[in-house]
Each structure stands twice: as structure tokens, then as C-alpha cells.
């Protein structure tokens, strides 16, 4: 079975720039959740999408972040515009729920590694 | 008090030994518990959960967890080198009408052979 996909697993570009991160979740998931991973911070939500519906984006640092889920296999996180402090693993994790928030496991993708110089 | 905490760590265990890693966490609601394992430059993926006290066992490793006292533990017996990892507490809060999953800092295990 495919695991949940993340595109790109590497991005380097210069503060100002717009990033783009994709993510396909495990067919059959309906909670999509986007988080960042930095070393001082661990890994710290920043939304989560419930049936392809935005339900918690209070992690979201700023407006500067976005995030969509048009349909049940894609969504994207966009950075606009892009800061040096933006510089983290972004992942990708999907799971399955009947409710807004699911107890199931989440499963993870591969992140994305994400540097603004 | 921070909603889920981790021993800073880091731990080194030799192999052979039982290693052991706990949690603490804020939220008496809580009712889902997760230990997730990443190694470096990985994701994380999940080796246990547990929603009931008490202990689960699974080969190796045992979740415990004890929510009187607000903490959750893993167990890791027979610690192979191959466990060298950090591994994460995770628990579901709930925050103003909703829940989420919170994430511990991580412990960082080494086994040494």
C-alpha cells in the first residue's frame, strides 16, 4: 500500500520566494494534518483538515502560511512570502475518523526538507 | 506546566538492557496515548498506542500508562543497537472545543553494543 506522498523531499530558495508543499494522504483517510519539525520547537501541528475541511489552523504561525485541501488526495501548504525562519521539516500525516479528530494513528510521509537562505 | 513533557534525555542504554522513557501530560481528558519512533532524517511511525491503564505489550516493548498520575511510559527490553532513535510521546489535548494530537519533545536513545 502507498503511504502517504510528499512532494518535494527537498526545497532551498531565497527568503522573499514563495514555497509550495504538497501532500497525497493514504487512500481512504479523511484527516489530513500538516506539522513542522525544528530542533528547538519539536514537532508542532499546524493544521489539521477533517473530510477536506480546514478544522483547527490555531498552530498556523502567520498569515504568511496557508493551506489547502481541494479533494480527498491533495493538499498543499503555501509560504508566501518565504522568511529564513521558515527553515524546518514539514510533514505530511494522514489517519482515518468519523469525528473532527480522529484516535487513530496518524501515518506520516516522508517530510519535506525545507531551507530559505 | 507544558502539555506533553519528555526527559530531555539524552539516554544511553547498553545492549541487552532495558530502556525506559516516560511522559507526563496536562489534559485529565486525555484519552489517547501514542509512542511514535524516528530515526535521524526520518519520519516518525508509530510502535505503540494505548487508551486503557494499565500495561500493553507488544514483543519488546510495553506501553504503561497511569492516568491518575497524568503519565505514560514505554518499556524497551532486550534494547538492540537497531533501537537507537528519539522517540516521541504523543497525546491527544483538547484546546478550546476541539482536540488535537501533541507531540513531546522526543528522547533521544542510544544502544550501545
Known amino acids: 500500500d502507498a503511504g502517504v506522498i510528499q512532494s518535494p523531499r527537498h526545497e532551498v530558495t531565497e527568503m522573499g520566494q514563495e514555497v509550495t508543499l504538497r501532500c497525497k494522504p493514504i487512500s481512504g483517510h479523511n484527516s489530513l494534518f500538516w506539522y513542522r519539525q525544528t530542533m528547538m520547537r519539536g514537532l508542532e501541528l499546524l493544521i489539521y483538515?477533517?473530510?477536506?475541511?480546514?478544522?483547527?489552523d490555531s498552530g498556523m504561525p502567520e498569515d504568511r502560511f496557508s493551506a489547502k485541501m481541494p479533494n480527498a488526495s491533495f493538499s498543499t501548504l503555501k509560504i508566501q512570502p518565504s522568511e529564513p525562519r521558515d527553515s524546518a521539516v514539514y510533514f505530511c500525516a494522514s489517519t482515518f475518523g468519523d469525528s473532527s479528530y480522529s484516535n487513530q494513528p496518524q501515518h506520516f510521509g516522508d517530510g519535506t526538507r525545507l531551507s530559505i537562505l | 506546566q507544558k502539555e506533553v513533557e519528555q526527559n530531555s534525555g539524552p539516554l544511553s542504554v547498553p545492549e541487552g538492557a532495558i530502556a525506559s522513557l516516560n511522559c507526563t501530560y496536562s489534559?485529565?481528558?486525555?484519552?489517547?496515548f501514542f509512542w511514535y519512533r524516528q530515526y535521524s532524517g526520518k519520519s516518525p511511525e508509530l510502535i505503540m498506542s494505548i487508551y486503557s491503564n494499565g500495561d500493553k505489550e507488544d514483543g519488546r516493548f510495553t506501553a504503561q500508562l497511569n492516568k491518575a498520575s497524568q503519565y505514560v511510559s514505554l518499556l524497551i527490553r532486550d534494547s538492540q543497537p537497531s533501537d537507537s532513535a528519539t522517540y516521541l510521546c504523543a497525546v491527544n489535548i483538547f484546546h478550546g472545543g476541539s482536540e488535537k494530537l501533541v507531540f513531546g519533545k522526543g528522547m533521544k536513545l542510544t544502544v550501545n553494543p
Open positions: 483538515f477533517n473530510n477536506n475541511v480546514p478544522i483547527d
Open positions: 489534559d485529565r481528558g486525555s484519552q489517547s
